[in-house]
């Protein structure tokens, strides 16, 4: 059981929009930074947003996030097929003294 | 650029130890957090731990506390985890992160290839 929660798969159509979402608790997203990750098939996850909103240099601005209280959420728009993937949220809990992860959400372009 | 190269894949019986080690390169290493994230088959991320290798402090998730150590060698730029008294749930890919430094956050920017151990009798 993850301590953050996340849909286990959403889906769009190539060049749609999709969200996924990531909710917490105080302890962790109400009061820490976000951050997202993509997880491509037998692949090591790849920082997507920092900070809550921040991306990395090479990040396409398809990609954005943002967070409001305890949850967060992870847009993408202009979907590929390459966005196929598994994404993650992640963040410091201050109670745990640990970061933590959400269970992952897998991304089908139909 | 900046790498993490991981050591390979092990097979272990069920009890003894593993040692995984994760070499730096194109960063300043021993002024980075080093983490160790898990991931079973099939499954999402773990957090194991982390160690500053300037000041040499490790920091562990409580379900691996008194299993797990992570050391730093700065003269070789290597970060090392090992676990021990390994179970068949040990199953995984373990992935070394390094901890970006200008964040506010803890986020993880650089990923070293993952090792897989497998643990089985």
């Known amino acids: 059981q993850s301590v953050l929660t996340q849909p286990p798969s959403v889906s769009a159509a190539p060049g749609q929009k999709v969200t996924i979402s990531c909710s917490g608790s105080?302890?962790?997203?109400?009061?820490?930074?976000v951050s997202w990750y993509q997880q491509l098939p037998g692949t090591a996850p790849k920082l997507l947003i920092y900070?809550?909103?921040k991306r990395p240099s090479g990040i396409p601005d398809r990609f954005s996030g943002s967070k409001s209280g305890t949850s967060a959420t992870l847009g993408i728009t202009g979907l590929q097929t390459g966005d196929e993937a598994d994404y993650y949220c992640?963040?410091?809990?201050?109670?745990?003294?640990?970061?933590?992860f959400g269970g992952g959400t897998k991304l089908t372009v139909l | 650029q900046v790498q993490l190269v991981q050591s390979g894949a092990e097979v272990k019986k069920p009890g003894s130890s593993v040692k995984v080690s994760c070499k730096a390169s194109?960063?300043?290493?021993?002024?980075?957090?080093i983490s160790w994230v898990r991931q079973a088959p099939g499954q999402g991320l773990e957090w194991m731990g982390r160690i500053i290798p300037i000041l040499g402090i490790a920091n562990y998730a409580q379900k691996f506390q008194g299993r797990v150590t992570i050391t730093a060698d700065k003269s070789t730029s290597t970060a090392y985890m090992e676990l021990s008294s390994l179970r068949s749930e040990d199953t995984a890919v373990y992935y070394c992160?390094?901890?970006?430094?200008?964040?506010?956050?803890?986020?993880?920017?650089?990923w070293g290839q993952g090792t897989l151990v497998t643990v089985s009798s």
């Open positions: 105080s302890s962790n997203i109400g009061n820490n930074y």
């Open positions: 992640g963040t410091w809990d201050s109670s745990l003294s640990a970061e933590v």
């Open positions: 194109g960063g300043t290493f021993s002024s980075y957090t």
């Open positions: 900070d809550n909103n």
């Open positions: 992160a390094r901890v970006q430094a200008d964040s506010s956050g803890y986020p993880f920017d650089y």
